[in-house]
């Protein structure tokens, strides 16, 4: 069965670096990844969505990758604010069908003062 | 939360009770979708529906059913709880057939004692 792995259950980093979240996944080919935030007693928000023949995408302060070959994905959020502390989840997903999505367990970002 | 509601927003049951949790949305989305999340596993779909009365088995769909009678209603009971399905509960939706986000609702925690 699939597996999708998130680099690391927590990640601490200074105001205004660049954060960067791995996201590694076997057995299985998506035809596309999503990233999610999710803040502590709330649902996911969508943040992106990535296609399997896209290698970037980029909104805002926020830019995926997504490498096929190596099957991996990086989130990366540049000038990094306290209010981006949060865990950041990836989802993959087939393109037909119902749209079900596989998660990681997610990465708890701290972005400290 | 895109017009999601839950409820019970928490509920505590003993034991071989039956509960029913409801999913509630406004905009008449066809695809709507039931989570579970725990530590160390994420999120986990259990059923999703891709109609009004059409449901199909998610990845842990053992000891829970759903039944969709209303475009805006989805719900999923669990027929005789366990403390197993102790978890926090998400209900999500997809807006159409090439929208691939997902929108999630704010979450049931439930505990069954």
């Known amino acids: 069965s699939q597996k999708i792995e998130q680099n690391s259950e927590a990640l601490n980093i200074q105001e205004g670096k660049t954060a960067t979240l791995t996201c590694n996944y076997t057995n299985y080919s998506p035809a596309y990844l999503q990233w999610y935030r999710q803040d502590p007693g709330r649902g996911p928000v969508f943040l992106l969505l990535i296609r399997e023949n896209e290698k970037e995408k980029r909104k805002e302060r926020l830019k995926v990758t997504f490498d096929t070959t190596l099957k991996q994905s990086l989130f990366h959020i540049t000038a990094s604010q306290p209010a981006d502390s949060a865990t950041y989840l990836c989802?993959?997903?087939?393109?037909?069908?119902?749209?079900?999505?596989?998660f990681g367990t997610g990465t708890r970002l701290t972005v400290i003062p | 939360d895109a017009g999601i509601t839950q409820s019970p927003r928490h509920k505590v049951t003993e034991t071989g009770t039956p509960v029913t949790l409801r999913c509630h949305q406004t905009?008449?989305?066809?695809?709507m979708y039931w989570y579970r999340q725990d530590p160390g596993h994420g999120l986990r779909l259990i059923h999703y529906s891709y109609g009004v009365k059409d449901t199909d088995k998610g990845e842990v769909s053992d000891g829970y059913s759903v039944s969709r009678s209303k475009t805006e209603d989805f719900l999923l009971t669990l027929e005789s709880a366990t403390s197993s399905q102790t978890s926090v509960y998400f209900c999500?939706?997809?807006?159409?057939?090439?929208?691939?986000?997902?929108?999630f609702g704010p979450g049931t925690r439930l505990t069954v004692t």
């Open positions: 989802a993959l997903g087939p393109q037909t069908g119902a749209n079900n999505l596989f």
């Open positions: 905009e008449n989305h066809r695809y």
């Open positions: 999500a939706i997809r807006e159409g057939a090439w929208s691939y986000e997902q929108y």
